[in-house]
């Protein structure tokens, strides 16, 4: 299978330099980008006057939460979890977190997002939705034991079952990563066993120092930080991605930077639950891989990377009152490059060798002219609703603002009927 992308101004390569060149792709990865390609292709694309981007990574979020979207809003996250969220989620079965998650991931796909990291339960419901949807997906069962061994026993056994599910569903599209929830959900035990997985070389995913809250209670609990006590279970490691890191002081960030983890900052969850502000510059200076995630819709409240991009940009500034922090390219290289990098993934960026995941997005709408700075644009003046096009491992996954692979109609009746009947 191979496809030819005629005419577009792409955002090439690591330096993301706007060049007017076609794009060739063979199987899952691109193989030429240069002016007038002369190449027979199964499918050609006609890209002019529209801009090819790399696909984004949302590297946090709950898709199947787009079924409690706007269902508790303005509240801090403790009470949102205990009291509205987890109580919304006890009615949620696999058919619902099935319907839910097909929702969240056409949104992914209609705002640009090609890749992109969950946490949930029923997840092998969640990797169907992704089969028909056809994103690039890295799945975890979130696993909350409460310092229960009976529970943790069960998360651990839901664990296995799930990742022996992806293992033989054998798609390369659709990986597992182990997802305990938090500190402060997850015992040492529990964390200890995951922190042994990871030995394995199997990615980690979990949520850290997101409110002061939960430094004061693992402190008192434990007397360390949260990062200090996932380093002393051997819980940090290249492979862990960890959300939020809102609440880190120089030292919890010399040892992310030395471990070499990944934070994803989801800056819409932190500001929608008065979490706080993550300490972005610290945090790059340091050395750490920041990547981006919208988080879950019911705190977001969607999942457009395009809108997380420019409240990255516009928070950092406002907050340390310093408007070069967080520039237009340097966000952008947190949506693509750092989430790839924290994925293991040659992805992220438009070159010969890379993978074929990206977005074709229409810049003849006045608020993305004249077209001074496509990137600028990009970060700034784009919404969701711009992307056309989008291709994930050299498959065409929505055409014309069309997802192929799933009926939208039917999912948008589906989760209405679910809010009526479950919600
Ligand atoms: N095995 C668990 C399921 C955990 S899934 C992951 C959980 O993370 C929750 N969640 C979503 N966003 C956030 C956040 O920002 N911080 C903490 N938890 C969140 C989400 O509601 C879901 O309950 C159980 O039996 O309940
Ligand atoms: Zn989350």
Known sequence: MSILLRGGLVIY??????????????????????????????????????????????????????????????????????????????????????????????????????????????????????????????????????????????????????MKFIEELGDRRINFILAPHAPYTCSPECLRWVAERAREGILVTIHLAETREEVKEIKERYGMTPVQLLDSLGLLTPGTIAAHGVWLDERDAKILATREVTIVHCPASNMKLASGVMPLKMLLKAGVNVALGTDGAASNNNLDMLEEMKLVALLHKVHTLDPTVADAKMVLRMATVHGARALGLKAGIIKEGYLADLAVIDFRRPHLRPLNDPVSHLVYSARGGDVEDLIVAGKIVMLDGEVLGVDEEKVLDKVENIREVVI
């Open 13 to 162: 390569g690591e330096g993301f330099e706007p060049v007017r060149a076609d794009v060739l792709i063979e199987g899952d990865r691109i193989v030429r980008v240069a002016r007038g390609i002369s190449a027979e292709a199964d499918e050609v694309i006609d890209a002019s006057g529209r801009v090819i981007i790399p696909g984004l990574i949302n590297a946090h979020t709950h898709s199947p939460m787009t079924l409690l979207r706007g269902l508790a809003d303005d509240l801090p996250l403790m009470e949102w979890l205990q009291n509205y969220i987890w109580p919304a989620e006890r009615k949620l079965g696999r058919r619902e977190v099935y319907w839910g998650a097909l929702l969240g991931l056409i949104e992914m796909a209609k705002s640009g997002t090609t890749t992109f990291v969950d946490m949930y339960f029923h997840m092998d419901a969640v990797a169907e939705a992704v089969m028909k949807v056809g994103l690039r997906a890295f799945l975890g069962y979130g696993m909350v034991d409460l310092g229960n061994e009976e529970k943790r026993k069960a998360e651990i056994r839901e664990t296995e079952r799930f």
